[in-house]
């Protein structure tokens, strides 16, 4: 065992899209992993990303689809390995897929079977309970490979694929927010509910530095996609209240987005241009840049809705990134923000959909220095109690070094 455990063992993370410039959590958590070493940390990836890449992990994700040619050659894996394939049917058959279905994923998994074994993986983490992670877990069956998925918000509880198949085979599932973790367990009987873990993303609090403020015109931030459930059309509403009251602000919109133009019109409609500003034109900002703003902020702004499918973020990593910056938090009751926020103790918690609190509030912590700092200290004490990313990776990696030496 003591010669085995100096051989790294090989995991294979397998994401559909990386790195994805609203996701950095992901990014974040999986150069940590490698740079603790306890093992090999390799990352397939169907797609690049716009995001930015830590020198952790340079040379470890490879981009590849599946091909014919290996798809074709998967074929031999029917004679190989037999009675795995049949186990890997067998948690189709548990998500109760249509028979066509449940043959296009089995042949669709041979196919990236065959892709996962030039890697050799001892474990294999898929991210998000979506298609791609069935994919995912029927090659690690068909290998005999043990495999986990990490769930995350809307993957869980708008579009969650093969949920209770995925759960009751997998060695774990990771979930980063109460909410999805309640949904899952609600997914699968309770024999299996032990294998879902509550296990947050987490920040190395030293690359945040505390901001300075803005100076004579308050700067508010809100980072986020410019999308349904993050809600900047009630932030902009509020910017009109703030304005009709004759205050001085700056509010910065950052993020890439389908809502861009519906949201630079809107600022045009009210008159708030050069009161409010989307940075990035649309396309966000990389997160290197976006820190410049986190030191200049005077109040960070969450705007976020849970929309009527039920989508809504889980504790959004925003939050954690604006709290580590010492930036005084107003934000919305939606989707899991009370997890982590505490109203009138760490932040002030507002009604979503709300623009006129939305816009008492931010004035509050404008008028109110102390009341706004004392605040951002709190925040800043939770983030960095259940949040610090040394905890927090180094969970995973035992977990994973665990179900491979068992």
Avoid: W
């Avoid at 999805?180 to 609090?205: D, P, Q, R, T």
């Amino acid at each position: 065992m003591d010669q085995l455990a100096t051989i790294k063992k090989k995991v294979l993370v397998f994401i559909p899209e990386f790195p994805v410039l609203t996701e950095t959590f992901i990014e974040r958590e999986l150069a940590e992993i490698s740079r603790r070493g306890k093992i090999d940390l390799q990352i397939l990836s169907l797609a690049k990303g716009s995001g930015e890449v830590s020198s952790e992990l340079e040379g470890k994700i490879f981009y590849k689809r599946l091909g014919i040619f290996t798809l074709l050659s998967s074929l031999s894996l029917f004679f190989t390995h037999c009675k795995n394939i049949s186990k890997a049917l067998s948690m189709l058959h548990i998500c109760e897929l249509p028979l066509f279905s449940k043959y296009y994923f089995l042949i669709k998994g041979m196919g990236y079977a065959q892709l996962f074994r030039s890697f050799k993986p001892d474990f294999v983490i898929a991210h998000f309970m979506s298609d791609a992670s069935t994919v995912a877990a029927e090659a690690a069956m068909i290998l005999g490979i043990p495999f986990a998925i990490s769930a995350h918000a809307k993957d869980v509880t708008v579009k969650p694929h093969c949920i209770k198949g995925k759960i009751e085979k997998a060695a774990f599932v990771l979930v980063c927010n109460r909410r999805a973790l309640e949904y899952c367990v609600y997914s699968v009987h309770h024999n299996f509910s032990h294998k879902i873990l509550l296990k947050y993303h987490g920040l190395n609090l030293t690359s945040f530095g505390r901001t300075q403020g803005n100076g004579e015109i308050p700067l508010i931030l809100n980072i986020a996609r410019l999308e349904e459930k993050k809600g900047q059309k009630f932030l902009i509403e509020a910017a009109k209240n703030m304005k009709d009251a004759g205050l001085k602000f700056k509010i910065v919109i950052i993020g890439p987005g389908s809502l861009y133009e519906e949201l630079e019109k809107m600022i045009s409609d009210m008159g708030l241009v050069g009161y409010v500003e989307i940075v990035g034109g649309g396309m966000g900002l990389p997160f290197s840049e976006i820190c410049k703003y986190y030191l200049r902020a005077d109040v960070f702004a969450f705007s976020g809705v849970n929309t009527q499918e039920g989508d809504a973020d889980g504790i959004a990593n925003v939050l954690l990134e604006a709290a580590a910056s010492h930036i005084p938090i107003v934000a919305t009751d939606s989707g899991s923000t009370t997890e982590f926020l505490e109203d009138g103790k760490s932040a002030i918690i507002v009604q979503q959909k709300n623009s006129a609190v939305l816009a008492e509030a931010i004035i509050k912590l404008l008028n109110d220095r102390v009341y706004a700092n004392k605040l951002a200290e709190e925040a800043y004490k939770r983030v960095a109690t259940d949040f610090d990313i040394n905890v927090t990776a180094a969970a995973i990696e035992d977990l994973i070094v665990k179900e491979i030496y068992q």
